[in-house]
């Protein structure tokens, strides 16, 4: 198999000098990732970022800290403020696609796995990210920790302030709701990185839940602990489903406003792509009920059975798939792989990027 990986960028410090060195270190990626966004958008760029600019306001009185990061990454890479967080807002823009006439979004999936259902009770917060391949050049790892606050890792684009990752106690990913409902809330990353700050599942609902969101996303999250649980959204509505009998799972669905809609089998039409990939995510977990390990989680994220979930150009459902993750939250660590997690090795990464191994514990070279 392939050993590929992705860029690892590690910052320290106040918000704006920690986005401004993400800015200059990134800058290549960081236009790169520009030119993507611009080409995924049926308009141009100037109504755009006119529209994501509305939500500023919001965004720099609930969360002045990461809006200083932003304001640092565009004096690094020389983008104007309105562009950088246009960017941030991307997949926000993409999610409420009917707005402008745009293609369906990026489709996701993403589960938890905890308690009786793991090996020693560990948990497990998994992602695959899908979406165009055009991305996959602007793909990064990054370690931040601002003053004061706790480090996490989070694999995102370069240019943007967080994505899916964990922190020493929580993990997250996420999975886009399409819809026509929209609003000036906090982009995307911006949420990420509001729970990543948390200690616990219960914390982390409590960061998303309590404040408006630009776009419909699901955000699946686990806690050393064991509590996992998948909080569905709207911009102003949402719905969170506990993992009480030890999974949750989630994936990409369109949702044309009005309450979230519960995430079980029961709820998606017989075939439908849902309705296929939360079965076969149930019964392959179930094959090894109190004995997934890290082996098994990674043979559910290359599987290629009903619901295709690992699912990429030429089979499934035809999405390239940029990266797939596993974190083991009481670990502290997250294996990442590049592109489809079928044709390549997992990097292992742990919190404090001391180390980084290959595969199971094989030593990287």
Known sequence: MKDERF??????????????????????????????????????????????????PYSSEQEPDLMEEVRGIADGSGFSLDEIFALNASLDLQATARRFDAAAPPDCWASAVSGAATADGRTFVTWTAEDSAKWLPSCVLLRIESKGGLPCLVWTFAGFVGRPGMNPHLGLSAVCLAGSESGNGLPYPFVCRRALRQKTTLDAI?????????????YTLGDAEGRIATIETTPRSHRVIHGNDGWVACTGLTNDGGAPRLKTLADYAEGSVPALRLKRIDDLLHECWGRNALADIQRIQRDHGPGDLCAHDGRGWG??????????????????????????????????????????GRAST
Not at 331 to 348: F, M, R
């Open 319 to 360: 999405i390239p798939c940029l990266c797939a993750f596993i974190c083991d939250v009481k670990a502290s660590k997250l294996w990442v792989s590049h592109g489809n997690p079928c044709e390549g090795e997992y990097v292992e990464y742990d919190l404090g990027l001391e180390q980084e191994r290959l595969g199971q």
């Open 206 to 218: 409590e960061a998303v839940t309590t404040v408006k969101r630009m776009s419909g996303m699901n």
């Open 7 to 56: 860029p690892l960028l590690e910052f320290r410090g106040a918000p704006y000098e920690i986005g401004r060195r993400h800015g200059s270190q990134l800058k290549p990626l960081i236009q790169r990732a520009m030119t993507t966004f611009a080409e995924s958008m049926p308009v141009p760029m100037k109504t755009v970022v006119a529209h994501a600019a509305e939500a500023i």
